[in-house]
Nanobody, 121 residues
C-alpha cells in the first residue's frame, strides 16, 4: 500500500505565497519523479512542476520564476513553494510520484487526494 498525503492548500490574496507539501508513505523501495498537477474547474489536469530524484526540475511556462519545487528524499516528501500567486493559479493541486515498490519491480504512478488553492483578486 502506498499513500500520498498533501497539505498546505488554502485561500490567499493575489500576490501572496503558499507552500504545498506531499508526503509519500507505505511500501516504497524508491521514488523516481515527484511533482504537482493543477486542475481548474471544467479543465483538464495540467502539469505544474516536477523534480527527479537527483534534483532536476521542470516547470510549466506559466509558473516559471514564481514557483519552486523541491524534495526531501529522506522523507519521501515533495514541496511546491508558490509565490506571487495569480487568480489563474487557483485550482485543485494533485501531488504525484512514480514509485517502485520493490527492487527490480515495475514503476507505477501514484496520486494524492488533492488540495485546493483559491486565489482572490
Amino acid at each position: 500500500q502506498v499513500q500520498l498525503v498533501e497539505s498546505g492548500g488554502g485561500l490567499v490574496q493575489a500576490g501572496e505565497s503558499l507552500k504545498l507539501s506531499c508526503a509519500a508513505s507505505g511500501s516504497i523501495f524508491s521514488i523516481d519523479v515527484m511533482g504537482w498537477y493543477r486542475q481548474a474547474p471544467g479543465e483538464q489536469r495540467d502539469l505544474v512542476a516536477s523534480v527527479t530524484s537527483d534534483g532536476s526540475t521542470n516547470y510549466a511556462d506559466s509558473v516559471k520564476g514564481r514557483f519552486t519545487i523541491s524534495r526531501d528524499n529522506a522523507k519521501n516528501t515533495v514541496y511546491l513553494q508558490m509565490n506571487s500567486l495569480k487568480a489563474e493559479d487557483a485550482g485543485v493541486y494533485y501531488c504525484y510520484a512514480r514509485i517502485i515498490r520493490q527492487r527490480n519491480g515495475p514503476q507505477f504512478k501514484y496520486w494524492g487526494q488533492g488540495t485546493r488553492v483559491t486565489v482572490s483578486s
